[in-house]
T-cell receptor, first 112, second 114 residues
């Protein structure tokens, strides 16, 4: 079945460090890929998305490229801030389907 | 726009009690969904709706009922609460014409079943 595997957390970094959170997927069709972020006590917010191979999603300094050959959608940011501390979820949606399939989430903590 | 709203924010139930979690959206989205979030498991789809009067099951529907009488509202009913239903519940909506079908989430309802 369709699935998403994320880098195990928690991840702790210092401010201004480089961030990578790995995400790989298994899908029967051609999925759209998403990164959602959940700040403490809040719901999920869309961070970025890519709907086809080689697309790059970007927002708030975060980037992820849809790599069909490696079935990956790794999240990167060049210089993290304390305010980036949150839980990050990678997700996919198969074309024509309503359901989002989520990874287990990666908790990120940024220390000043 | 208020976006997606959920009530209550927090609820404690005893085993066997029933309750309804409310969800409303003011974006005129056709699609609405209910997810539950459990530690280490991401979010899992309970039920979803593609429009008023149309609902379908997700991957974990047992113990839950839904209905969609209006575009705006999509309540989730727990028929007889069990401790296994202790979770955080999120409602989401999306727009049919959005190719990526981006989902907009509510703030969540934290449910504790004793």
């Amino acid at each position: 079945g369709d699935s998403v595997t994320q880098m195990e957390g928690p991840v702790t970094l210092s401010e201004e460090a480089f961030l990578t959170i790995n995400c790989t997927y298994t899908a029967t069709g051609y999925p759209s890929l998403f990164w959602y972020v959940q700040y403490p006590g809040e719901g999920l917010q869309l961070l970025l998305k890519a709907t086809k191979a080689d697309d790059k999603g970007s927002n708030k300094g975060f980037e992820a490229t849809y790599r069909k050959e490696t079935t990956s959608f790794h999240l990167e940011k060049g210089s993290v801030q304390v305010s980036d501390s949150a839980v990050y979820f990678c997700a996919l949606r198969i074309q024509g389907a309503q359901k989002l399939v989520f990874g287990q989430g990666t908790r990120l903590t940024i220390n000043p | 726009n208020a976006g997606v709203t959920q009530t209550p924010k927090f609820q404690v139930l005893k085993t066997g009690q029933s309750m309804t979690l409310q969800c409303a959206q003011d974006m005129n989205h056709e699609y609405m969904s209910w997810y539950r979030q459990d530690p280490g498991m991401g979010l899992r789809l309970i039920h979803y709706s593609v429009g008023a009067g149309i609902t379908d099951q997700g991957e974990v529907p047992n113990g839950y009922n839904v209905s969609r009488s209006t575009t705006e509202d999509f309540p989730l009913r727990l028929l007889s609460a069990a401790p296994s239903q202790t979770s955080v519940y999120f409602c989401a909506s999306s727009y049919e014409r959005d190719r990526g079908r981006t989902q907009y989430f509510g703030p969540g309802t934290r449910l504790l079943v004793l």
